[in-house]
Protein backbone atom coordinates (compact mmCIF):
# COMPACT_ATOMS: atom_id res chain seq x y z
CA UNK A 1 0.00 0.00 0.00
CA UNK A 2 2.91 2.18 0.48
CA UNK A 3 4.01 1.71 -3.18
CA UNK A 4 0.74 2.75 -4.25
CA UNK A 5 0.88 5.77 -2.06
CA UNK A 6 4.37 6.96 -3.40
CA UNK A 7 3.41 6.42 -6.94
CA UNK A 8 0.27 8.67 -6.54
CA UNK A 9 2.55 11.27 -5.22
CA UNK A 10 5.40 11.45 -7.90
CA UNK A 11 3.06 11.72 -10.25
CA UNK A 12 1.37 14.52 -8.34
CA UNK A 13 4.64 16.67 -8.20
CA UNK A 14 5.43 15.73 -12.01
CA UNK A 15 2.05 16.31 -13.33
CA UNK A 16 1.32 19.58 -11.16
CA UNK A 17 -1.49 21.83 -10.49
CA UNK A 18 -2.31 25.25 -11.01
CA UNK A 19 -2.87 27.51 -7.82
CA UNK A 20 -4.56 30.26 -7.05
CA UNK A 21 -2.70 33.40 -7.40
CA UNK A 22 -1.85 35.23 -3.91
CA UNK A 23 -2.60 38.77 -3.15
CA UNK A 24 0.46 40.96 -4.99
CA UNK A 25 2.31 43.67 -2.97
CA UNK A 26 1.71 47.07 -2.60
CA UNK A 27 4.65 48.95 -1.80
CA UNK A 28 5.53 53.28 -1.77
CA UNK A 29 8.61 53.96 -3.14
CA UNK A 30 8.23 57.98 -3.40
CA UNK A 31 6.10 60.37 -1.22
CA UNK A 32 6.37 64.06 -2.39
CA UNK A 33 4.98 67.29 0.29
CA UNK A 34 3.91 70.46 -1.05
CA UNK A 35 7.20 71.86 -1.47
CA UNK A 36 8.72 68.92 -3.72
CA UNK A 37 5.58 69.08 -5.86
CA UNK A 38 4.66 71.26 -9.35
CA UNK A 39 0.83 72.73 -8.46
CA UNK A 40 -0.09 72.82 -11.62
CA UNK A 41 -0.26 69.48 -12.25
CA UNK A 42 -0.98 65.83 -10.65
CA UNK A 43 1.19 63.41 -10.18
CA UNK A 44 2.45 62.17 -13.87
CA UNK A 45 5.15 59.25 -14.28
CA UNK A 46 5.81 56.98 -16.47
CA UNK A 47 8.04 53.66 -16.76
CA UNK A 48 9.24 51.48 -19.53
CA UNK A 49 10.16 48.49 -17.47
CA UNK A 50 10.00 47.50 -13.94
CA UNK A 51 13.39 49.39 -13.39
CA UNK A 52 13.58 52.66 -15.19
CA UNK A 53 10.89 55.56 -14.73
CA UNK A 54 10.59 59.22 -14.66
CA UNK A 55 7.93 61.36 -12.73
CA UNK A 56 7.21 65.08 -12.87
CA UNK A 57 7.48 66.99 -9.44
CA UNK A 58 9.43 70.33 -8.69
CA UNK A 59 11.65 68.86 -11.02
CA UNK A 60 11.85 65.80 -13.35
CA UNK A 61 13.21 63.20 -11.47
CA UNK A 62 14.54 59.90 -13.07
CA UNK A 63 14.75 55.91 -11.04
CA UNK A 64 16.79 53.31 -12.57
CA UNK A 65 16.46 51.03 -9.55
CA UNK A 66 12.62 50.60 -9.61
CA UNK A 67 12.06 53.83 -7.77
CA UNK A 68 14.44 52.86 -4.58
CA UNK A 69 16.67 55.28 -5.53
CA UNK A 70 15.39 58.89 -7.29
CA UNK A 71 17.94 61.74 -9.19
CA UNK A 72 16.76 64.90 -10.20
CA UNK A 73 17.77 65.26 -14.15
CA UNK A 74 16.00 68.25 -15.17
CA UNK A 75 13.84 71.75 -14.51
CA UNK A 76 10.71 70.36 -17.14
CA UNK A 77 7.70 70.06 -15.64
CA UNK A 78 5.22 68.50 -18.15
CA UNK A 79 1.77 67.91 -17.54
CA UNK A 80 2.04 64.93 -20.03
CA UNK A 81 5.39 61.78 -20.30
CA UNK A 82 5.89 58.96 -22.91
CA UNK A 83 8.94 57.36 -22.82
CA UNK A 84 9.68 54.60 -25.96
CA UNK A 85 13.06 53.29 -24.37
CA UNK A 86 15.44 54.57 -21.50
CA UNK A 87 17.06 56.72 -23.26
CA UNK A 88 14.31 58.01 -26.07
CA UNK A 89 10.85 59.92 -24.77
CA UNK A 90 8.56 63.01 -24.91
CA UNK A 91 6.88 65.57 -23.10
CA UNK A 92 4.50 68.05 -23.01
CA UNK A 93 3.31 71.67 -21.00
CA UNK A 94 1.46 74.30 -21.46
CA UNK A 95 1.20 77.85 -20.64
CA UNK A 96 -1.84 79.52 -20.37
CA UNK A 97 -3.16 83.40 -20.25
CA UNK A 98 -6.62 83.68 -19.12
CA UNK A 99 -8.23 81.05 -20.96
CA UNK A 100 -6.00 80.76 -23.68
CA UNK A 101 -3.37 78.11 -23.62
CA UNK A 102 -0.34 77.06 -26.06
CA UNK A 103 0.94 73.78 -25.88
CA UNK A 104 4.42 73.13 -26.35
CA UNK A 105 6.46 69.42 -27.20
CA UNK A 106 9.74 68.23 -26.25
CA UNK A 107 12.08 65.41 -27.12
CA UNK A 108 14.91 63.80 -25.13
CA UNK A 109 17.58 61.52 -26.71
CA UNK A 110 19.33 61.05 -23.21
CA UNK A 111 17.03 59.69 -20.65
CA UNK A 112 15.48 63.21 -19.70
CA UNK A 113 18.68 65.03 -19.02
CA UNK A 114 18.44 67.45 -22.38
CA UNK A 115 15.14 68.02 -24.41
CA UNK A 116 14.91 69.47 -27.35
CA UNK A 117 11.03 71.93 -28.02
CA UNK A 118 9.66 70.21 -31.24
CA UNK A 119 6.82 72.14 -32.08
CA UNK A 120 3.96 74.56 -30.20
CA UNK A 121 0.57 74.68 -31.09
CA UNK A 122 -2.57 76.85 -29.26
CA UNK A 123 -4.62 74.55 -27.01
CA UNK A 124 -5.13 72.90 -23.94
CA UNK A 125 -3.03 69.91 -23.53
CA UNK A 126 -4.73 66.85 -23.20
CA UNK A 127 -1.71 63.83 -23.84
CA UNK A 128 1.07 62.76 -26.01
CA UNK A 129 1.28 59.27 -26.53
CA UNK A 130 3.77 57.34 -28.76
CA UNK A 131 4.35 53.80 -29.95
CA UNK A 132 7.65 53.88 -31.38
CA UNK A 133 10.99 56.15 -32.02
CA UNK A 134 8.60 57.35 -35.36
CA UNK A 135 5.19 57.20 -34.80
CA UNK A 136 3.37 59.93 -31.83
CA UNK A 137 0.24 61.87 -31.17
CA UNK A 138 -0.64 65.06 -29.17
CA UNK A 139 -3.72 65.01 -28.38
CA UNK A 140 -5.38 68.37 -27.76
CA UNK A 141 -8.48 70.23 -26.10
CA UNK A 142 -10.17 73.71 -26.87
CA UNK A 143 -9.78 73.25 -29.84
CA UNK A 144 -9.68 69.82 -29.76
CA UNK A 145 -7.39 68.56 -32.01
CA UNK A 146 -4.85 65.85 -32.75
CA UNK A 147 -0.98 66.30 -34.18
CA UNK A 148 0.42 63.81 -35.57
CA UNK A 149 4.26 62.70 -36.30
CA UNK A 150 5.57 59.94 -38.53
CA UNK A 151 9.11 60.78 -37.96
CA UNK A 152 9.84 61.48 -34.50
CA UNK A 153 8.37 64.85 -33.72
CA UNK A 154 11.02 66.23 -36.86
CA UNK A 155 7.38 67.27 -38.26
CA UNK A 156 3.73 67.51 -37.27
CA UNK A 157 0.59 67.34 -39.23
CA UNK A 158 -3.40 68.15 -37.56
CA UNK A 159 -5.55 65.31 -37.85
CA UNK A 160 -9.37 64.94 -38.31
CA UNK A 161 -11.40 64.56 -34.79
CA UNK A 162 -14.46 62.73 -33.67
CA UNK A 163 -17.41 63.80 -31.91
CA UNK A 164 -18.04 67.48 -30.57
CA UNK A 165 -15.96 69.70 -28.60
CA UNK A 166 -18.21 68.49 -25.46
CA UNK A 167 -18.46 65.06 -25.92
CA UNK A 168 -16.64 62.12 -24.22
CA UNK A 169 -13.90 61.11 -26.30
CA UNK A 170 -11.29 58.17 -25.10
CA UNK A 171 -8.58 56.61 -27.60
CA UNK A 172 -6.69 53.64 -27.85
CA UNK A 173 -3.13 53.63 -29.99
CA UNK A 174 -2.16 50.18 -30.99
CA UNK A 175 0.73 50.92 -33.83
CA UNK A 176 1.60 53.18 -36.05
CA UNK A 177 -1.37 52.84 -38.28
CA UNK A 178 -4.25 51.17 -35.72
CA UNK A 179 -6.21 53.61 -33.63
CA UNK A 180 -9.73 52.66 -32.11
CA UNK A 181 -12.17 55.92 -30.78
CA UNK A 182 -15.24 56.28 -28.61
CA UNK A 183 -16.89 59.06 -28.42
CA UNK A 184 -20.47 60.06 -26.95
CA UNK A 185 -22.10 62.94 -26.17
CA UNK A 186 -23.29 64.26 -22.95
CA UNK A 187 -27.26 63.81 -23.39
CA UNK A 188 -27.51 60.44 -21.03
CA UNK A 189 -29.91 58.75 -23.47
CA UNK A 190 -27.34 59.05 -26.24
CA UNK A 191 -24.99 55.72 -27.88
CA UNK A 192 -20.93 55.04 -27.40
CA UNK A 193 -19.96 55.52 -31.04
CA UNK A 194 -17.24 53.54 -31.99
CA UNK A 195 -14.51 54.25 -34.56
CA UNK A 196 -11.29 52.73 -36.17
CA UNK A 197 -8.48 53.71 -38.40
CA UNK A 198 -5.82 51.56 -39.78
CA UNK A 199 -3.77 54.47 -41.72
CA UNK A 200 -2.98 56.35 -37.92
CA UNK A 201 -5.49 58.46 -37.80
CA UNK A 202 -5.78 60.25 -40.92
CA UNK A 203 -9.46 58.82 -41.58
CA UNK A 204 -11.68 56.53 -40.08
CA UNK A 205 -13.98 53.45 -40.07
CA UNK A 206 -17.43 52.92 -38.38
CA UNK A 207 -17.11 50.57 -35.29
CA UNK A 208 -20.41 50.03 -34.17
CA UNK A 209 -22.55 51.70 -31.48
CA UNK A 210 -23.34 50.60 -27.82
CA UNK A 211 -26.14 51.44 -26.10
CA UNK A 212 -25.80 52.44 -22.59
CA UNK A 213 -28.91 52.14 -20.59
CA UNK A 214 -29.56 55.33 -18.83
CA UNK A 215 -25.91 55.68 -19.46
CA UNK A 216 -23.61 58.26 -17.39
CA UNK A 217 -19.97 57.91 -18.80
CA UNK A 218 -17.60 56.43 -21.06
CA UNK A 219 -14.49 55.47 -18.86
CA UNK A 220 -12.15 53.67 -21.17
CA UNK A 221 -10.89 52.08 -24.60
CA UNK A 222 -8.40 49.34 -25.05
CA UNK A 223 -7.35 47.87 -28.02
CA UNK A 224 -5.00 44.92 -28.91
CA UNK A 225 -5.21 45.02 -32.96
CA UNK A 226 -7.55 45.83 -35.42
CA UNK A 227 -10.25 42.90 -34.79
CA UNK A 228 -9.62 43.48 -30.50
CA UNK A 229 -11.27 46.24 -28.91
CA UNK A 230 -12.90 46.91 -25.17
CA UNK A 231 -14.80 49.54 -23.75
CA UNK A 232 -15.97 50.49 -20.23
CA UNK A 233 -19.12 52.31 -19.55
CA UNK A 234 -20.89 52.70 -17.10
CA UNK A 235 -25.00 52.49 -16.18
CA UNK A 236 -26.38 55.05 -13.65
CA UNK A 237 -29.55 54.82 -12.22
CA UNK A 238 -29.04 55.88 -8.59
CA UNK A 239 -25.59 54.18 -8.44
CA UNK A 240 -22.50 54.01 -11.02
CA UNK A 241 -22.59 50.55 -12.58
CA UNK A 242 -19.88 49.32 -14.80
CA UNK A 243 -19.63 47.22 -17.86
CA UNK A 244 -17.62 45.78 -20.24
CA UNK A 245 -18.37 45.63 -23.78
CA UNK A 246 -16.00 43.79 -26.12
CA UNK A 247 -15.19 43.02 -29.78
CA UNK A 248 -13.51 40.30 -31.36
CA UNK A 249 -14.32 41.19 -35.35
CA UNK A 250 -13.18 45.02 -35.47
CA UNK A 251 -16.60 46.50 -34.29
CA UNK A 252 -19.18 44.79 -36.22
CA UNK A 253 -20.78 43.10 -33.08
CA UNK A 254 -20.30 43.86 -29.46
CA UNK A 255 -21.11 42.08 -26.58
CA UNK A 256 -21.96 43.66 -22.82
CA UNK A 257 -21.72 42.02 -19.50
CA UNK A 258 -21.75 43.82 -16.29
CA UNK A 259 -18.00 43.54 -14.31
CA UNK A 260 -20.57 43.61 -11.01
CA UNK A 261 -21.23 45.71 -8.38
CA UNK A 262 -21.13 49.73 -7.72
CA UNK A 263 -18.31 51.71 -8.71
CA UNK A 264 -16.04 53.75 -10.99
CA UNK A 265 -13.29 51.79 -13.45
CA UNK A 266 -10.21 53.58 -13.06
CA UNK A 267 -7.81 51.81 -15.16
CA UNK A 268 -8.37 49.20 -18.08
CA UNK A 269 -5.38 48.13 -20.56
CA UNK A 270 -5.33 45.11 -22.49
CA UNK A 271 -1.78 43.46 -23.25
CA UNK A 272 -2.73 40.79 -26.07
CA UNK A 273 -6.01 39.56 -27.18
CA UNK A 274 -6.34 37.39 -24.23
CA UNK A 275 -4.51 39.12 -21.33
CA UNK A 276 -5.87 42.11 -19.70
CA UNK A 277 -5.91 44.38 -16.11
CA UNK A 278 -8.82 46.49 -14.71
CA UNK A 279 -8.18 48.29 -11.57
CA UNK A 280 -12.01 49.25 -10.19
CA UNK A 281 -13.67 50.42 -7.30
CA UNK A 282 -16.07 48.40 -5.17
CA UNK A 283 -18.34 50.51 -2.92
CA UNK A 284 -21.16 50.66 -0.77
CA UNK A 285 -24.49 50.73 -2.40
CA UNK A 286 -26.39 52.26 0.58
CA UNK A 287 -24.53 55.49 -0.05
CA UNK A 288 -26.52 56.91 -2.95
CA UNK A 289 -24.83 60.51 -3.24
CA UNK A 290 -21.24 59.86 -3.13
CA UNK A 291 -20.74 55.94 -3.55
CA UNK A 292 -18.98 55.99 -0.83
CA UNK A 293 -16.81 53.98 0.99
CA UNK A 294 -14.40 52.36 -2.12
CA UNK A 295 -12.29 50.20 -2.12
CA UNK A 296 -9.70 49.01 -5.09
CA UNK A 297 -10.05 46.00 -7.00
CA UNK A 298 -7.54 44.47 -9.70
CA UNK A 299 -9.15 42.34 -12.16
CA UNK A 300 -6.98 40.17 -14.52
CA UNK A 301 -8.51 38.03 -17.56
CA UNK A 302 -6.57 35.35 -19.54
CA UNK A 303 -9.46 34.62 -22.05
CA UNK A 304 -9.99 38.11 -23.58
CA UNK A 305 -12.56 39.28 -21.17
CA UNK A 306 -15.01 36.89 -20.91
CA UNK A 307 -14.16 36.01 -17.12
CA UNK A 308 -11.97 37.87 -14.78
CA UNK A 309 -10.34 36.82 -11.58
CA UNK A 310 -10.60 39.79 -8.47
CA UNK A 311 -7.63 40.55 -5.85
CA UNK A 312 -8.34 43.29 -3.41
CA UNK A 313 -5.82 46.03 -3.30
CA UNK A 314 -6.24 47.65 0.27
CA UNK A 315 -6.30 50.63 -1.33
CA UNK A 316 -8.77 53.68 -1.86
CA UNK A 317 -8.04 55.69 -4.88
CA UNK A 318 -10.49 58.48 -4.42
CA UNK A 319 -10.42 61.24 -6.99
CA UNK A 320 -6.84 62.09 -8.00
CA UNK A 321 -4.99 59.06 -9.37
CA UNK A 322 -3.34 57.25 -12.29
CA UNK A 323 -2.00 53.82 -13.02
CA UNK A 324 -0.15 52.20 -15.34
CA UNK A 325 0.87 48.51 -15.84
CA UNK A 326 3.80 46.75 -17.41
CA UNK A 327 2.53 43.54 -17.73
CA UNK A 328 -0.55 42.04 -15.43
CA UNK A 329 1.95 41.25 -12.72
CA UNK A 330 3.65 44.56 -12.49
CA UNK A 331 2.43 48.06 -12.20
CA UNK A 332 2.18 51.47 -10.83
CA UNK A 333 0.19 53.55 -8.88
CA UNK A 334 0.05 57.51 -8.53
CA UNK A 335 -2.20 59.23 -5.81
CA UNK A 336 -2.31 62.75 -5.38
CA UNK A 337 -3.77 64.58 -2.11
CA UNK A 338 -5.34 67.99 -2.23
CA UNK A 339 -5.78 69.73 -5.60
CA UNK A 340 -9.29 71.52 -7.32
CA UNK A 341 -9.71 73.92 -4.85
CA UNK A 342 -6.99 73.10 -2.41
CA UNK A 343 -3.08 73.41 -3.15
CA UNK A 344 -1.79 69.56 -3.57
CA UNK A 345 -0.26 68.56 0.05
CA UNK A 346 1.03 65.31 -0.88
CA UNK A 347 1.76 62.70 -3.92
CA UNK A 348 2.48 59.15 -3.26
CA UNK A 349 4.16 56.68 -5.83
CA UNK A 350 3.71 53.06 -5.34
CA UNK A 351 4.58 50.05 -6.88
CA UNK A 352 2.96 46.51 -7.67
CA UNK A 353 4.07 43.16 -7.85
CA UNK A 354 1.43 40.54 -8.12
CA UNK A 355 2.40 36.88 -7.53
CA UNK A 356 1.37 34.66 -11.02
CA UNK A 357 -0.29 31.38 -10.35
CA UNK A 358 2.00 27.99 -10.48
CA UNK A 359 1.96 27.11 -14.46
CA UNK A 360 1.24 22.93 -14.74
CA UNK A 361 4.82 21.00 -15.49
CA UNK A 362 4.63 18.42 -18.03
CA UNK A 363 7.33 15.72 -19.45
CA UNK A 364 8.00 14.78 -22.68
CA UNK A 365 7.20 11.31 -23.46
CA UNK A 366 9.17 8.79 -25.40
CA UNK A 367 9.35 9.75 -29.03
CA UNK A 368 7.83 13.01 -28.90
CA UNK A 369 10.86 15.24 -28.62
CA UNK A 370 9.93 18.37 -26.59
CA UNK A 371 6.25 18.26 -26.99
CA UNK A 372 6.14 15.94 -23.90
CA UNK A 373 2.39 15.19 -22.69
CA UNK A 374 1.76 15.25 -19.02
CA UNK A 375 -1.69 13.21 -20.30
CA UNK A 376 0.67 10.40 -21.55
CA UNK A 377 2.82 10.66 -18.13
CA UNK A 378 -0.09 10.21 -16.22
CA UNK A 379 -1.10 7.14 -18.21
CA UNK A 380 2.07 5.88 -17.50
CA UNK A 381 2.27 6.09 -14.02
CA UNK A 382 -0.98 5.03 -13.39
CA UNK A 383 0.61 1.61 -15.33
CA UNK A 384 3.42 2.40 -13.04
CA UNK A 385 1.27 2.00 -10.08
CA UNK A 386 -0.87 -1.00 -11.31
CA UNK A 387 2.15 -3.04 -12.02
CA UNK A 388 3.44 -1.92 -8.80
CA UNK A 389 0.43 -2.83 -7.15
CA UNK A 390 0.20 -6.38 -8.86
CA UNK A 391 4.12 -6.96 -7.71
CA UNK A 392 3.00 -5.82 -3.80
CA UNK A 393 0.05 -8.68 -4.24
CA UNK A 394 2.80 -11.13 -5.32
CA UNK A 395 5.04 -10.04 -2.45
CA UNK A 396 2.94 -10.29 0.11
CA UNK A 397 1.36 -13.75 -1.13
CA UNK A 398 5.20 -15.34 -1.07
CA UNK A 399 5.64 -13.80 2.12
CA UNK A 400 2.98 -15.00 3.54
CA UNK A 401 3.93 -18.66 2.90
Known amino acids: MRLVVVVLAVAAMLLGTSASAEQGRWETRLTLDSDQIDQAHWLIFDFVDESTGWLAASKLLRTRDGGLTWEAVNDLKPGTLDFVSPLEGW ?4 VCEGAQCVASVYHTLDGGSTWEKQTSHEGSLSRVVFVDEANGWVLLEFPRLALHTSDGGRTWREQPTLGGQMDTLQ ?35 TAGEIDVRVGCGLQAISASDARHAWIVSLECTTLAKPFINRTVDGGANWESAPLGGVGEVYYTHFFDAMQGVIVRAACSETDISLNRPCEDFLLRTTDGGVTWSTEPTGLQSGYFYSFLFMDPWHGWRGETIGGGQEPIALEILQSYVGVPPQEPVSMPTVGSGHQGSSIALAAVLAALGVAL ?3 GRVWGRRRSR
Open 91 to 94: AADE
Open 171 to 205: MAFVNADIVWAASKELAPDTPIRVFVSEDGGDSWL
Open 389 to 391: IAF
